[in-house]
């Protein structure tokens, strides 16, 4: 799921890939009343001793120190994994152009929406739970120093899709295709005269994923498969998904070769003509198609890229303006623990969420501003808990442990929850011996009530799901470890989102405003590995514009 990736989503439940944030943390202290609506959890804030918020150990003592540097050649607004990325593939690929980068960040930690938290034998993560190791992923790390602590999932475990009441798993290579029960032979037979071509032809429009999907491939591939898959990449409607722009790839296989299968081939074919790039021999070789982490959780990365920065991460530091320079170049005020502070910059990367770079380039550009404001960010809850191995129902055992990926629930299946991750299962060192870790994924663009919610009502909703499928009814209540509301998670990649982005990039370029760029989450894709793949991107954009633009 990539749920609350950079939050939604990261573990991946499905095999298909997409193409690719916040009230305080709090920790539960007494198990959960489930049977009295009114009992009420006592709780304590996440700066509580007992608990670990992982994070690096020089932040508040190095990074503190304000810089009275006046020019730079790049400053990266934001310090989540996307800025923090771009800025370390400055420093790795570029350090000839790009020597002097700055990293900015409102809060006092780095890490975005990635936040790890440590406590009485446990390890969980609050927003993203994972990543696919694709290489940019993998260089990434290893350029961290953190080759040794990644840890990898069974590629052989199983996903499984709440439906008709039972856990059903989700076939994980093409020979599973006729024996799974998850769709009908019916179903079948559409899904693949479909992705041969014989359906109706596209519609000369922007198509959402739910129309895409059932005119190529049937009702059922959509209602079974992808809807539930949308809820765990995007918390998404995908009634208002755009396919273009959520899951681009699959989109282009029609595109290109008139159907999905015809594009395959077609893909297939043009990758064969161009000779692969030899693979750097440094990299781990992830055996199969499995999502990752790294031993102390997600929030070793982001803690790792600031670590080495070293000074370059400025902390607490809080951006008031954007101002154009005569010569070309930008500079930037910031409010600091130590005052007020400005940098003179040739070039800035903008990485904060899209409603945030709104506000902030209102005053350079209005319709830049205009068509940042309209990204949508639904609301979306994280909540870690934990049961005893033998609250989970037998039939869900395998060899007499709960093992698999974790669980994705169709809205249609009358279950609040959008998704489980067995988080135990998935990952070692995540739980204490007989105990099994759940995280779960609850609100989304279809539920934004959750905001509403308790954090016990939430656990409580959390709870009533789990036990109509996954948790023996007359167990023990579960342990809750923490509960994390995103009022506004994942940017949704609606239909037009793409229009819109042109739109803001447009309106910066007309306005005289180059050098300045758009990055993060809603530009990329919101995949950890996808926020990655940009950074590399970004920063190779950036390197262009200062050695053939920028004046020197």
């Not at 570029?94 to 960040?105: K, L």
């Not at 600091?336 to 899209?354: E, R, Y």
């Not at 060899?399 to 991750?421: A, C, D, W, Y």
């Not at 998670?489 to 760029?517: E, S």
């Amino acid at each position: 799921m990539n749920t609350l990736t950079d939050l939604p989503a990261q573990s991946l439940l499905l095999r298909p890939r997409p193409p690719s944030t916040s009230p305080s943390s709090l920790f539960y202290t007494l198990p959960l009343a489930r049977r009295n609506p009114t009992a009420r959890i006592r709780c304590s804030i996440a700066e509580d001793s007992s608990a670990t918020t992982i994070s690096p150990p020089h932040a508040a003592a190095e990074h503190s120190s304000s810089s009275s540097s006046s020019n730079v050649d790049c400053v990266v607004v934001g310090g989540g994994i996307s800025g923090l990325c771009i800025a370390q593939a400055l420093a790795t690929k570029h350090s000839d152009v790009v020597p002097n980068v700055i990293v900015t960040e409102a809060r006092d930690r780095v890490g975005g929406n990635i936040i790890t938290v440590e406590r009485d034998g446990y390890l969980w993560e609050e927003g993203p739970n994972s990543f696919q190791p694709s290489d940019s992923m993998l260089t990434m790390i290893v350029d961290s120093g953190l080759k040794d602590d990644i840890v990898l999932g069974d590629p052989n475990s199983p996903r499984f899709v709440l439906w008709n009441g039972k856990l059903r798993p989700v076939p994980s290579k093409p020979a599973d295709l006729p024996f799974f029960d998850l769709m009908s032979i019916g179903g079948k037979l559409r899904a693949g005269f479909g992705a041969l071509g014989i359906r109706p032809p596209p519609p000369g429009r922007e198509e959402s994923v739910e129309e895409f999907v059932r005119r190529n491939l049937g009702d059922e591939v959509f209602e079974r498969l992808i809807e539930p898959f949308c809820s765990g990449v995007y918390a998404g409607d995908p009634s208002k998904l755009s396919m273009k722009a959520a899951f681009g790839k699959v989109w282009n296989l029609e595109q290109n070769g008139g159907s999905i299968i015809g594009g395959t081939f077609k893909a297939i074919q043009e990758r064969n003509k161009v000779p692969k790039p030899p693979r750097d021999p440094s990299l781990p070789k992830p055996k199969g198609q499995t999502v990752g982490s790294l031993r102390k959780g997600l929030a070793m990365l982001p803690n790792a890229i600031s670590t080495r920065l070293g000074g370059k991460v400025k902390l607490s530091w809080k951006l008031s303006s954007i101002s154009k320079l005569d010569n070309g170049g930008y500079t930037l005020t910031y409010e600091t623990p130590q005052g007020l502070v400005s940098l003179q910059s040739k070039s800035v990367i903008m990485t904060v969420p899209s409603h945030i770079a709104s506000s902030l380039l209102r005053p350079l550009s209005a319709g830049a501003a205009d068509a940042l404001s309209k990204f949508y960010y639904p609301p979306v809850a994280a909540v870690s808990i934990s049961y005893p191995k033998e609250a989970i129902r037998t039939e869900c055992l395998i060899n007499g442990e709960l093992k698999g990926f974790g669980q994705l629930h169709p809205r249609s299946q009358g279950v609040e929850t959008l998704g489980t991750i067995y988080s135990s299962s998935l990952f070692p060192d995540r739980a204490p011996a007989g105990r099994v870790l759940l995280l779960n994924y609850i609100g989304g663009a279809t539920n934004p009530g959750i905001l509403s919610k308790t954090e016990s009502e939430l656990i409580e909703a959390v709870d009533r799901d789990l036990r109509k499928m996954l948790i023996n009814p007359n167990a023990k209540d579960p342990l809750p470890l923490g509960v994390k509301v995103w009022p506004q998670a994942i940017p949704q990649f609606l239909i037009g989102h793409f229009d819109l982005l042109d739109a803001a990039n447009a309106a910066l370029k007309d306005t005289g405003f180059q050098g300045l760029f758009l990055g993060g989450n809603y530009v990329s894709g919101v995949a950890l590995g996808r926020c990655v793949e940009c950074a590399y991107e970004v920063a190779a954009e950036v390197t262009k514009f200062l050695s053939q633009v920028a004046y020197k």
